[in-house]
Structure formats: structure tokens, C-alpha cells
């Protein structure tokens, strides 16, 4: 067999940059490989093409109304914080929060000091004791959410060595479907009222037809479409006497209930009425970075105390191997990233805290402003707002030209026992005034 010489094709400076950075490391590798090659059969677009495409978004962004993004753009202040983390290395070279925040790390390049204080800031917050607190800041509330389930999975199983149950209802979050089905459980599909909230005499004839299986039930505090909230105290009534591990997925609501009126609402740790002393709500909460707070990236809180923390660690070690990094680090993910929790850390001083409680009163009041403004102008529309810790209303869909200007999300709700296309809005701070006047506006138009 004769083997011809590969010869390589050389080709000149402007002829390289010419090329996309996909194809020119195929073309620097592989020297033969022409253009028409199969690999790169498909039309290649150029970063100027790709940065072109978008060019103002940043004008159109205070029009998203339909999810729930603050698309406020932080602070001058936020930015020179991430200049000054850029200094001492982060974003220069690898740093990795690998491990148990709360536990010595052998690898020293990490910003576990920002996660600590962080996880103790908004503990506090929300209630944790100082010192029975653990926790970490997560990729993204579906991640904090799993965290929560598979802790919640654990400890549940190694005290009664039968699996649990997941209690939830059909408002949750997608989410928690999808980690239902990565963990395995069984799904018990709770009722609910009238206003999406968990219907809790329901919970209790589930559980009731479940005797023999431990209880782990999400409790949505704002559902995804409706903003209804699950009653804590409900749920804790009904869970009196049974074994039980309740996880709230608080991940938009969580950001600003505790800088309104409503604070109570999120408490872990309260006063008993008989005895008086302090007895936890919930085993764990998860709550979104990047929603209520504006901070502009995927990531999420994830908190439970410390007694839990070492119940599920007990198990987890029996999975996970400590000798490569000298310590079990009790989280799924493995490598972590270092950098979102110094970043948001700017979101927990002081002043971040005066600017949320501003923000979270605008939102509240804009919110009842747009629901009188569509309840008096569109009552067709037949909205709703399922309570007064709600930035959400929602009503009968409108013209596509105003579902797709301000990126409405669209569902079915069941009305007289047929299924209806609504829309909601959600209310977040950069919805001004102004903007939602520019929306009810747009509302009364007829299409075309």
C-alpha cells in the first residue's frame, strides 16, 4: 500500500482571521481538510455577524414583562466591585469553590469566604439561626431546587428505609417534574384552590392514602404562572406527627417578600405558641439570583440548617469517596463556581439591602396600579391577581403583536372547566410606570 505524503496548505495572515475560530482550528489541525468538507458543511457565521444580531437589545429590554427577570442593568458601583475581584485573581486564572463552603479546603484557590457570608447574610434574612446554618450559592434555582429534593430524598429514606413520596401540585415550577424524575419518586399530585395555592386538606388525604411512605413536599411560594402561595402553616398542620422533609421553592418571591409587609411569610425559625420555643417552618429554601435581585447571570441561594446539613452529610459519605479532595463536600455538583458568589456578595450589604426594599415596594405598587388600570379598561380580559404578595396578574390572551412585543408567556387555565390561553405579567423593577402605561396602551389595540 503506498502512502501518499500529506503536504500541508499554507495560507496567509488575512486568510486565517478570515476564517470562523471553529474553522480555523479544523484548518490549523487538519491542513487537508477543505472548506466543502463534510465538518464544515454548514453555513458559518462570523462573531461580527453574531454581535451584530444584537445590537439593541439593550432598548428592548425593559419591554420583557412576560418572566420573571429583573432587567435592570446593575449598579456602576457592581461593576467596579468586579474590577476590584478581578484584581486579586478571579476571572484571571481558575478559581474553584469545590467542596463544603463551611469546611477547611485543601485547595486554596476558592471564594468560600463570600459563599459563607453570603449563605449567613440571607439567612438571616430568612430567618436561620447563626449558628445551625449551612448552605451554598448554586447555579441556578432549578439547582438549588435539587439540592433540596435529593437532601430532602436522603435523610427521609436512611430514617425509615422506604423512599418518599414528592407532594406537589400542577402550579410548581417545571422543575420540579423534571427532578422528580432524576431522583426517581413518585409523584402525588396535590390539589389546589381556587387561586393556585396548594390545596391542604388535599395533602392530607394523599398522605393519608400513603401511609407507609415518609412525606417530601415543595412548597411554591409564588407559582411559576399564577404567583399563588402555599400556606406554610397549612402544610406544616397537616404534617404534625408524620415524617416529613417540606422544601419551599421561593425563587422570585423569596428575592423581595422579606423586604415587604409580608416578611413573616419566609421565617424559619419562630417562636412555638405553646411551649415558646423556637421550632423551624421548613427543612430548606431555594431562591433565584438572577430574578428579584438583577444580578446578571444564572445562579441560586440554597439553605438549610446545619443539623440537617450533618444528617444528610452522614449519608452522603457512605457514596462519596473524601480521599481526592480530603473532605466530603455534601453537594452534587462538583466543581462549583467561585466566581457568581463573590460577585453577588455586592448584593447583600447594607445598601444593596435599602435598594431592594425600594424596589420591592415599586414593584408591589406598580403591580396594583396595572391590575386596577386592566380590571377598569379590559375587565373582557378577565384578570386576576391571586394576592397582595403577588407581582403577578393574569388574564385572557391578547393579540399576538402584544404577546410577542413584550414577550408574554402564554398558558392554559381552566375556566368553567375548559381550557383558556391566558397570558401573565410580572411586574419585576425595571417595569416603570411608564412602561406599563406604553403596555395597556398597546392593550387596547385592535390587531392589524
Same mark, same amino acid.
Given at each position: 500500500?503506498?502512502?501518499?505524503?500529506?503536504?500541508p496548505?499554507l495560507?496567509?495572515?488575512?486568510?486565517?482571521?478570515?476564517?470562523?475560530?471553529?474553522?480555523?482550528?479544523?484548518?490549523?489541525c487538519?491542513?487537508?481538510?477543505?472548506?466543502?468538507?463534510?465538518?464544515l458543511?454548514?453555513?458559518?457565521?462570523?462573531?461580527?455577524?453574531?454581535?451584530?444580531s444584537?445590537?439593541?437589545?439593550?432598548?428592548? $429590554?425593559?419591554?420583557?414583562?412576560?418572566?420573571?427577570?429583573?432587567?435592570?442593568?446593575?449598579?456602576?458601583?457592581?461593576?467596579?466591585?468586579?474590577?476590584?475581584?478581578?484584581?486579586?485573581?478571579?476571572?484571571?486564572?481558575?478559581?474553584?469553590n469545590?467542596?463544603?463552603?463551611?469546611?477547611?479546603?485543601?485547595?486554596?484557590?476558592?471564594?468560600?469566604?463570600?459563599?459563607?457570608?453570603l449563605?449567613?447574610?440571607f439567612g438571616?434574612?430568612?430567618?436561620?439561626?447563626?449558628?445551625?446554618i449551612?448552605?451554598?450559592?448554586?447555579?441556578?434555582?432549578?439547582?438549588?431546587?435539587?439540592?433540596?429534593?435529593?437532601?430532602?430524598?436522603?435523610?427521609?429514606?436512611?430514617?425509615?428505609?422506604?423512599?418518599?413520596?414528592?407532594?406537589?401540585?400542577?402550579?410548581?415550577?417545571y422543575?420540579?417534574?423534571?427532578?422528580?424524575?432524576l431522583?426517581?419518586?413518585?409523584w402525588?399530585?396535590?390539589?389546589t384552590?381556587?387561586?393556585?395555592?396548594?390545596?391542604?386538606?388535599?395533602?392530607?388525604?394523599?398522605?393519608?392514602?400513603?401511609?407507609?411512605?415518609?412525606?417530601?413536599?415543595v412548597?411554591?411560594?409564588?407559582?411559576?404562572?399564577k404567583?399563588?402561595?402555599?400556606?406554610?402553616?397549612g402544610?406544616?398542620?397537616?404534617?404534625?406527627? *408524620?415524617?416529613?422533609?417540606?422544601?419551599?421553592?421561593a425563587?422570585?418571591?423569596?428575592?423581595?417578600?422579606?423586604?415587604?409587609?409580608?416578611?413573616?411569610?419566609?421565617?424559619?425559625?419562630?417562636?412555638?405558641?405553646?411551649?415558646?420555643?423556637?421550632?423551624?417552618?421548613?427543612?430548606?429554601?431555594?431562591?433565584?439570583?438572577? $430574578?428579584?435581585?438583577?444580578?446578571?447571570?444564572?445562579?441560586?441561594?440554597?439553605?438549610?440548617? *446545619?443539623?440537617?446539613?450533618?444528617?444528610?452529610?452522614?449519608?452522603?459519605?457512605?457514596?462519596?469517596?473524601?480521599?481526592?479532595?480530603?473532605?466530603?463536600?455534601?453537594?452534587?455538583?462538583?466543581?462549583r463556581?467561585?466566581?457568581?458568589?463573590?460577585?453577588?456578595?455586592?448584593?447583600?450589604?447594607?445598601?444593596?439591602?435599602?435598594?431592594q426594599?425600594?424596589?420591592?415596594?415599586?414593584?408591589?405598587?406598580?403591580?396594583?396600579?396595572?391590575? $386596577?388600570?386592566?380590571?377598569?379598561?379590559?375587565? +373582557?380580559?378577565?384578570?386576576?391577581?391571586?394576592?397582595?404578595?403577588?407581582n403577578?396578574?393574569?388574564?385572557?390572551?391578547?393579540?399576538?403583536?402584544?404577546?410577542?412585543? +413584550?414577550?408574554?408567556?402564554?398558558?392554559?387555565?381552566?375556566?368553567?372547566k375548559? *381550557?383558556?390561553?391566558?397570558?401573565?405579567?410580572?411586574?419585576?423593577?425595571?417595569a416603570?410606570?411608564?412602561?406599563?402605561?406604553r403596555?395597556?396602551?398597546?392593550?387596547? $389595540?385592535?390587531?392589524?
Amino acid at each position: 500500500m503506498i502512502v501518499q505524503e500529506m503536504k500541508p496548505i499554507l495560507m496567509n495572515r488575512r486568510q486565517f482571521l478570515g476564517l470562523s475560530s471553529a474553522t480555523a482550528l479544523v484548518a490549523t489541525c487538519y491542513p487537508n481538510i477543505t472548506l466543502g468538507h463534510a465538518l464544515l458543511s454548514h453555513p458559518q457565521q462570523s462573531s461580527a455577524e453574531m454581535l451584530k444580531s444584537m445590537q439593541g437589545l439593550s432598548q428592548q $429590554k425593559n419591554l420583557l414583562l412576560g418572566y420573571p427577570i429583573n432587567m435592570t442593568t446593575p449598579s456602576e458601583e457592581f461593576f467596579a466591585w468586579r474590577k476590584e475581584l478581578f484584581a486579586v485573581g478571579l476571572n484571571q486564572f481558575s478559581f474553584n469553590n469545590v467542596g463544603n463552603p463551611y469546611a477547611h479546603s485543601h485547595i486554596p484557590f476558592n471564594g468560600h469566604l463570600f459563599e459563607r457570608e453570603l449563605i449567613n447574610r440571607f439567612g438571616a434574612v430568612y430567618g436561620f439561626s447563626q449558628d445551625n446554618i449551612w448552605g451554598f450559592l448554586s447555579n441556578s434555582g432549578t439547582d438549588s431546587n435539587m439540592h433540596g429534593l435529593y437532601m430532602g430524598r436522603t435523610i427521609l429514606k436512611s430514617q425509615t428505609g422506604e423512599m418518599p413520596k414528592i407532594y406537589f401540585t400542577k402550579e410548581a415550577h417545571y422543575s420540579i417534574q423534571i427532578l422528580r424524575d432524576l431522583l426517581n419518586l413518585e409523584w402525588v399530585v396535590v390539589g389546589t384552590n381556587h387561586d393556585g395555592s396548594m390545596d391542604t386538606d388535599d395533602l392530607e388525604r394523599q398522605m393519608n392514602a400513603n401511609p407507609n411512605h415518609p412525606a417530601l413536599v415543595v412548597a411554591t411560594i409564588g407559582t411559576t404562572f399564577k404567583g399563588a402561595v402555599d400556606s406554610i402553616e397549612g402544610i406544616r398542620a397537616k404534617l404534625t406527627g *408524620r415524617t416529613s422533609y417540606l422544601h419551599l421553592d421561593a425563587a422570585l418571591f423569596g428575592g423581595y417578600l422579606p423586604h415587604t409587609q409580608f416578611a413573616a411569610e419566609l421565617l424559619h425559625e419562630v417562636p412555638d405558641e405553646g411551649t415558646g420555643r423556637k421550632v423551624n417552618r421548613y427543612d430548606s429554601i431555594a431562591v433565584s439570583c438572577h $430574578k428579584f435581585f438583577g444580578f446578571p447571570a444564572p445562579a441560586g441561594l440554597f439553605i438549610t440548617t *446545619r443539623a440537617n446539613f450533618e444528617t444528610f452529610l452522614t449519608q452522603f459519605g457512605h457514596i462519596h469517596d473524601p480521599e481526592y479532595i480530603l473532605q466530603i463536600p455534601g453537594t452534587i455538583t462538583c466543581s462549583r463556581d467561585a466566581v457568581k458568589p463573590a460577585e453577588f456578595y455586592f448584593f447583600s450589604s447594607e445598601s444593596a439591602f435599602s435598594k431592594q426594599v425600594a424596589d420591592a415596594k415599586s414593584m408591589l405598587d406598580n403591580t396594583t396600579y396595572l391590575f $386596577k388600570e386592566v380590571v377598569a379598561h379590559y375587565d +373582557y380580559l378577565q384578570p386576576m391577581r391571586a394576592n397582595r404578595q403577588s407581582n403577578t396578574i393574569y388574564f385572557r390572551k391578547p393579540s399576538d403583536t402584544v404577546v410577542n412585543r +413584550y414577550s408574554l408567556a402564554a398558558m392554559g387555565v381552566e375556566i368553567d372547566k375548559e *381550557r383558556v390561553p391566558y397570558v401573565h405579567v410580572v411586574v419585576m423593577p425595571h417595569a416603570s410606570k411608564e412602561i406599563l402605561d406604553r403596555f395597556l396602551t398597546d392593550l387596547g $389595540k385592535k390587531e392589524g
